[in-house]
């Protein structure tokens, strides 16, 4: 199966700092039809994981412009920009290029 | 618009089968496959398996020999049903649509006698 390795494990950010998180697989996650399968979750307190970004840099609906992904091969980023309180809570990566599908182990991020 | 949401029981005794019971409104099932993840209190995620939009599945394979997966389509339900319980079995359980876009609310299993 495919590992994915997410750094850090925790992120101690100030409101309206920048945060980096990477998602590191143990295998290229380019499908054989070119595509990219590298997705971002937010999972709030008490909620279900909430698509932030799917097949690398493609924003969901709804997300704004703070979110933006990047990364190509086996190395992924995602940078929150701005960080307000509401983006508290656990991110983790999700590739679905390979079967079985698995996540990375999150990351928490926290105000400082 | 697009929704999922879990339903079944919130403790199962040990050794005995839990059946899970997803319903889904806003798109069809003979569309769209239907995953089901699960996270233990404050772990991470894990994948269990998938119901196809042609109704064909696939199963993690350390759950593979307890699992099963099947739908109604008639009634937009996708149930899962689990056997052999055991207290690591003791977790939040998630449907998901195909792309893993759309999240049920999830519902808490305990697996206690």
């Known amino acids: 199966d495919v590992v994915l390795t997410q750094t850090p494990v925790s992120l101690l950010i100030s409101l309206g700092g920048q945060a980096s998180i990477s998602c590191r697989s143990s295998q290229s996650l380019v499908h054989s039809n070119g595509n990219t399968y590298l997705h971002w979750y937010l999972q709030k307190p008490g909620q279900s994981p909430q698509l932030l970004i799917y097949q690398v840099s493609n924003r969901f609906s709804g997300i704004p412009d703070r979110f933006s992904g990047s990364g190509s091969g086996t190395d992924f980023t995602l940078k929150i920009s701005r960080v307000e309180p509401e983006d508290l809570g656990v991110y983790y990566c999700l590739q679905r290029t390979h079967n079985p599908p698995t996540f990375g182990g999150g990351t928490k991020l926290e105000l400082k | 618009q697009v929704q999922l949401k879990e339903s079944g029981p919130g403790l199962v005794q040990p050794s005995e089968t839990l059946s899970l019971t997803c319903t889904v409104s806003?798109?069809?099932?003979?569309?769209?496959?239907v995953h089901w993840v699960r996270q233990p209190p404050g772990k991470g995620l894990e994948w269990m398996g998938i119901?196809?939009?042609?109704?064909?599945?696939d199963y993690n394979s350390a759950l593979k020999s307890r699992l099963s997966i099947s739908r109604d389509t008639s009634k937009s339900q996708v149930f899962l049903k689990m056997n052999s319980l055991q207290t690591e079995d003791t977790a939040i359980y998630y449907c998901?649509?195909?792309?893993?876009?759309?999240w049920g609310q999830g519902v808490m299993v305990t697996v206690s006698s």
């Open positions: 998901t649509r195909s792309g893993f876009d759309y």
């Open positions: 806003g798109f069809s099932l003979t569309s769209n496959s």
């Open positions: 119901i196809r939009s042609g109704g064909s599945t």
